[in-house]
């Protein structure tokens, strides 16, 4: 069970994580893309700690709709509006929950991920955030499925993120600033997965926390 | 008349797009929506509403952007006006297609009449 006040905990967690990976995940963006990705999404964050104390006290859904409405207007870049649309798309899907069960969060997750893909018209296998965010929806789905503990499935989903991570370095990008690289793409890791990994991961840390 | 939006990542390039595009037509609504609000490189959705709201009327206006988040921006910002008709973005190379837009705009054609001729932009050849 994840109740809003965990949701908001992991928003918080997530904020962080990504300003201390900023330098980083900049990097990665600098070698197959325009160099902002760090900057634009650390900023998009910073901006969302602002927004949630006034999104605190909502239902999970307001608090998912909050989190994504601030990303589209503030992060500048790609990623504005395709983590932007992810969190909107969770936050209809859990429009008036104070709670979710494993289900609803994998229902919501799979919401985040259709709409990752309805606007940014990817695919798999195009060497971008959904080479992560896609296996780790069906380690998690299986995990659930197959009657694991919530945090079991999820520690799956994060394993499976990263080995997709490690997949886009070696596929050549056909989506995005990376895609008028081609073959120089290659063995370059994508900086959209990497910051998928790390919302993953930071949302396992918490909730295994006691 | 149909109005357009220049959606950049630059200002400077919006700008430009606009400065250019009115050398052909004066008389057409046009607005730029580029960079950020501070004036850095990046796409804004605030940016992109209010210019579509200052060139929208019943006519219609249309949505030339550069690559990347401007269209998926602007994408978002469409479907927040759901409420209003007539607002189409284009697939065309920036300059030539707004160049060509606002020739056919300002000569009063309406903005089906556009969608079909915009393809031609694609294929202007340069020199």
């Known amino acids: 069970m994840i109740n809003a006040e965990k949701v908001v905990a992991i928003i918080y967690a997530i904020a962080e994580r990504i300003k201390a990976e900023k330098d980083f995940l900049t990097q990665l963006d600098n070698e197959i893309g325009d160099g902002d990705h760090g900057i634009n999404l650390a900023r998009g964050f910073k901006s969302v700690e602002e927004k949630l104390p006034s999104l605190a006290d909502k239902d999970i859904g307001a608090i998912l709709k909050g989190v994504g409405t601030q990303l589209v207007s503030t992060v500048g870049g790609a990623s504005g509006p395709l983590y932007g649309t992810a969190f909107m798309k969770a936050g209809n899907a859990c429009k008036g929950k104070t709670e979710l069960t494993a289900e609803e969060f994998a229902v919501a997750f799979n919401a985040a991920i259709g709409g990752v893909k309805m606007r940014g018209k990817a695919v798999e296998g195009e060497k971008t955030m959904l080479d992560a965010l896609c296996p780790a929806y069906k380690a998690i789905k299986a995990g659930i499925d197959a009657g694991k503990d919530f945090v079991d499935a999820l520690a799956d989903g994060v394993n499976a993120a990263a080995a997709g991570v490690e997949y886009t370095k070696t596929i050549i990008a056909t989506k995005g600033r990376a895609s008028y690289l081609k073959e120089r793409s290659l063995s370059h890791q994508d900086p959209g997965a990497t910051s998928s990994l790390y919302m993953l991961q930071t949302m396992l840390e918490v909730l295994q926390r006691r | ?127």
Do not use: W
Not at chain 2, 17 to 33: G, S, Y
């Open chain 2, 1 to 127: 008349m149909v109005g357009i939006v220049i959606v950049s990542h630059s200002q400077k390039l919006a700008e430009g797009v606009v400065e250019i595009a009115k050398m052909m037509a004066d008389n057409i609504p046009i607005a730029a929506a580029g960079g950020m609000e501070d004036g850095s490189l990046g796409t804004s959705y605030d940016k992109i509403y209010d210019a579509i709201d200052s060139v929208y009327s019943d006519d219609g206006v249309i949505i030339l952007v550069d690559m990347g988040s401007a269209a998926m921006t602007a994408e978002m910002v469409m479907e927040d006006m759901s409420g209003r008709q007539n607002i189409q973005m284009l697939d065309c190379p920036l300059v030539e297609g707004a160049i060509l837009a606002a020739v056919e705009l300002s000569d009063g054609h309406t903005l089906e009449t556009l969608v079909e001729r915009i393809e031609d932009s694609r294929v202007m050849l340069k020199f």
